[in-house]
């Protein structure tokens, strides 16, 4: 049977010829900018229609999904574009499909012109509006959810719009100096005491500078920028995760993914207008800071205190130079949660501390010994060079707890969000006898299964896995796999429902030489495959569902694959050929029950859900007070919330944990190994889900 990888590659080879086939067909003899964007536009959509999993249909329907994203990304937060620009925009709702089979870009160029246009007059607004006080005495709101705005009817009304929008940050600049102010006061510093005028004029300021930063850095966005907007807009109708990179993207995309450059470690894409976090990787100074998430908005960027600068609106690889930096400087990153809430995340750059990718292990000491396994994510090895892979890593720390005496083990892939399929693989092998872990289906619809062909099982102890929103792809596929075989009891979150497979397809590699004059062209990034449990559910879109579900602070918010634009759906094949376990059988109802009443009993966890339904009201209620003390009233009780639930975090119960000898003698007299060390084990003794993983192999598996 052919390998994953072979008839991946088999695919793609299929795919690269039908690519050079088209490119002959759609050559021009002229080397012009138009000739080449009808080539691109034109190779991109063959190279959808014959290499995604599920192609669309080019049709009215595709066109309005696609108009309807791209109207979106253009200008979300309505600041730019006027109704009557929306109007004759909608003329060509439904004709993309036809602009697209002749290579045409006559909706994007109408599109370009207009916020060109408008890009210019609202510069005006902004300079006007900034140049006076701001009433914050008055009594109005501003509404700051893009999707519940409309576009204005003319230009006095969108100025007005620009004049709440303003007033709003200058509202909250205004309120942190007064926060500062006092916090000074109350410690008896002394500095210059302020009027309310006076900060008022200096934040006015402030958000001046930004602005003629931001509109500085707006005023160099290309056609060329602009066009990949439009054509995301296009590959996003097919799934969220199949999109065009184009050359200077793909290649800040393939640093931040290898982690060659030192800067914070986050991946971060554009999507609706704003700077968002896709993923944390792990071992980087994002990943060990811990404050910031995927899904996490990025709005402002600061070289450690120097004033911040507005990323909104900002082309993504400028947002990315100003991220960036030299170890040891530090970065401050404003940032709208997916709770509607603003953070101030201060990061130190570094190069990403490999040690803290890997699996680590701890021993839990009480009644029992119960081991511990944290695995970021699952790498793996793949160029063949001696490097690290994560099926045996885990598979090694598992052999320590053994011999150190385990009793139970509990394997972390929280926040995990994937990697190497095969390690995920051969770590499901370790816990069950031989048999299917997944199943891979790609577009022609045939189903690969992925077996565990030793018959070994390493550790056949009590088992507990915990996961999170941000568990995805082969975290996904391990806790299905253990779930599906009544192995393991899954614990935490339901996961984020990522069960597809993407792959990268350099453009310029497809086109002949012929093409040289117009290359480089950049690279389509295309979902191929999709994952399936051997129960033969799919992990996309549901995810996981755990067997004992823990309160969490995200609960209740717009999270996951589910939430992104036309997701590829939930399905079913065939179940594959497989036993359950039926060494220590599980008795769900007693683990689901007993933990119940633990967690109604844990005044951490009713805090938790007291968070989660608070931070759900926030999120629904996207409208905020431009007065003054209003906002500070709010921003009171916010802190005041937060700080009675740091207050019941410390009277959590805390866990013994050690590392193993043989650990901590491979830390020697490294300080900064030590320091994470210490980190790390700190931040287990209070974790109370782990405490409830604890919890159910001691009263319930054993």
Known sequence: MLSLTTRLKIMLSVLAVILLTASFIFYRSTTTPEGKNEILLKVLMQGLNTGHFQPEKLDDNFSKKAFKLYLERLDYNKKFLLSSDVAKLRKYETAIDDQLRQGSYELFDLSADLMEQRLKESEAYYQEILAKPFDFTKEESIELDGEKLAFAKDKNELKEAWRKQLKYQTLVRLADMQKEQDQAQAKGEKKEVKTTEQMEAEARKKILDLYKDLYTRLNRTTRDDRR??????????????????????????????????????????????????????????????????????????AQGSKEPVIVEGMRLDDAIQLIRGKKGTEVRLTVKKPNGSIKVIPIIRDVIVFEETYAQSAMIDGKDKIGYIKLPGFYADFDGNGGPNSGEDVKREVEKLKAAGMQGLVLDLRNNGGGSLSDAVEMAGLFIPQGPIVQVKDARGKALVLDDRDPQVQYGGPLVILVNANSASASEILAAAMQDYKRAVIVGSPTYGKGTVQQFFELDQALPSQFDAYKPFGALKLTTQKFYRVNGGTTQLRGVTPDVILPDVYTYLEFGEKEQDYPLPFDEIKPANYKTWTNGKINLNEVQSHSRERISNNKSFALIKESAERLKKQSDNTVRSLSLKKYMEEEKQAEAEAKRYEAAQKEVPVLTVNRLAEDLKALGTDTAKVARNKEFLKSLKQDIYLEEAVEIITKDLK
């Open 228 to 301: 990949a907007t439009y054509i995301n807009a296009i590959t996003n109708v097919y799934d969220p995760h199949s999109g065009y990179f184009p050359p200077k993207a793909k290649s800040d995309f393939d640093i931040e993914f290898t982690g060659r450059l030192e800067g914070i470690g986050a991946s971060l894409q554009e999507k609706d207008g704003q700077i968002k976090v896709a993923e944390i990787v792990p071992g980087s100074p994002s990943y060990l800071q811990g404050d910031l998430k995927p899904g996490d908005a990025i709005q402002k960027v």
